[in-house]
């Protein structure tokens, strides 16, 4: 399997090219094309999966593609305007911004991720994908992508989260210790991540565009 990413930095998306057998998992929405010799299959989920996904909204459906005979290419999109980047799963995980997932490798395990931060994100209309295993995991961004190196503590506007290492420790930041965490906190939800490890930031909130854009709209006719 050979991954490329084009169009980068502003409006990225992925070509994928495919031997017989090889398989990929993604979402039919990341979907902008492919050859007619690849086949859908639900991706098994198992109990605690489909429960992740219904508390998600059901908003998370990954199937597999499967390249059939001959040689095979697909084209996958981020659901947003920016750039993408390949990251290595294996030996540890990475946590993923539902927004932000484009695809996986199969041999790379994904589930929806409960707990606290989690919430954060849900409140925004988003939840927190648990890739694991052994593979290559492609995200995207709204904006510029950029990674940040933790070594201690930092902390993060949740809206500009794409992805962390999960060797982090992560949790929602406590918005009274001080003006900058005030600052942080003012309507959305900011993370606080401690240990050493990367997380990826994009430069543009999805959720602020939404506020300032829906500000300016008229309001609904009852």
């Known amino acids: 399997m050979q991954i490329e990413l084009l169009q980068q930095p502003q409006a990225a998306f992925a070509r994928v090219a495919l031997d017989h057998g090889e398989s990929l998992v993604t979402q039919r929405a ?3 094309g492919m050859t007619p010799n690849m086949t859908f299959s639900k991706r098994g989920e198992g109990l605690i999966g489909r429960l992740g996904r219904f508390l998600a909204g059901g908003e998370f459906a990954p199937e597999t593609l499967t390249a059939g005979p001959g040689s095979a290419e697909v084209l996958l999109a981020p659901a947003l305007a920016g750039d993408a980047t390949i990251l290595d799963v294996g030996p540890g995980s990475w946590l993923v ?3 932000a997932f484009v695809f996986a490798t199969s041999a790379v395990e994904l589930k929806v991720r409960g707990g606290a931060l989690s919430s954060f994100f849900t409140s925004a209309g988003l939840f927190v994908i648990e890739a694991a295993g052994i593979g290559k995991l492609v ?3 709204f904006g ?7 070594d201690g503590k930092t902390v993060i506007d949740t809206g500009h989260i794409v992805a962390w290492e999960a060797s982090l420790e992560s949790r929602p930041h406590d918005a009274d210790v001080g003006l900058v965490t005030s600052w942080l906190a003012r309507e959305s939800a ?3 991540f401690e240990g050493t490890g990367t997380v990826w930031l994009q430069s543009r909130n999805l959720a602020e565009l939404g506020a300032r854009v829906g500000s300016r709209l008229p309001p609904r006719r009852a």
């Not at 510029?144 to 933790?150: D, E, G, K, Y």
Request: net charge positive; proline share 5%.
């Open 97 to 99: 911004a539902s927004s």
């Open 190 to 192: 900011s993370c606080s």
């Open 139 to 141: 995200v995207g961004s």
């Open 30 to 32: 990341t979907l902008a």
């Open 144 to 150: 510029a992508l950029s990674p940040l190196r933790v």
